[in-house]
C-alpha cells in the first residue's frame, strides 16, 4: 500500500530516512522535530501526515508527495494513437520520448505521462529551447 502526504519537508525527511541502512525505531526517532513542529499545529492534516508517515515505517509501506500532476501535450502532434504527449520511462533507465494515451503497445505501468509542475515547466522550457539544425548527406 502507499501512503500519500501533502507535506513537502516531511516528505524530504521520510526519503533522507529510509535512504539510510538504520533499524525503523531510529527513522522514526528522526521525526522528532516534526512531532514538536506540530503539536500546537491547529492544521490537522499536518499531524494526519505525520502520523501516516510513522505508520508507513512500522509496516513497511511506501510514502509518496501528493502533488497535482500535469501532462505535456504536443500541440499539432495526432497519431493513430490519438494526441502524443511527452512520456517518460518509470524505471532508472528514464529517458524522455512522445506517446500517444492510447497507445496498446505500451505497458502503462512501464511509463508515465504524468509529472509534477517542477518538472512539467522544465520539460516545456527543454522544448521550448530547441533548435533546428542542418543534416549533411
Known amino acids: 500500500m502507499t501512503v500519500k502526504i501533502l507535506d513537502k519537508e516531511l516528505f524530504k525527511m521520510y526519503q533522507n530516512a529510509m535512504a539510510e541502512n538504520i533499524p525503523d525505531w531510529k527513522r522514526i526517532a528522526k521525526f522528532a522535530k516534526f512531532i514538536d513542529k506540530y503539536a500546537d499545529d491547529e492544521t490537522i492534516s499536518n499531524r494526519d501526515d ?3 508517515v510513522i505508520d508507513a515505517i512500522l509496516n513497511h509501506e511506501t510514502v509518496k508527495l501528493s ?5 505535456l501535450k504536443m500541440n499539432g502532434m495526432v497519431g493513430n494513437d490519438g494526441q502524443q504527449y511527452v512520456s517518460r520511462r518509470v524505471d532508472d533507465r528514464g529517458g524522455y520520448f512522445i506517446c500517444g ?3 496498446p503497445r505500451v505497458d502503462r505501468g512501464k511509463i508515465t505521462q504524468q509529472f509534477t509542475r517542477d518538472e512539467a ?3 516545456k522550457d527543454l522544448l521550448n529551447n530547441s533548435s533546428i539544425q542542418s543534416v549533411e548527406e
Open 121 to 123: 515547466e522544465f520539460l
Open 67 to 71: 502533488a497535482p500532476m500535469y501532462r
Open 50 to 52: 505525520l502520523a501516516s
Open 101 to 103: 494515451v492510447r497507445n
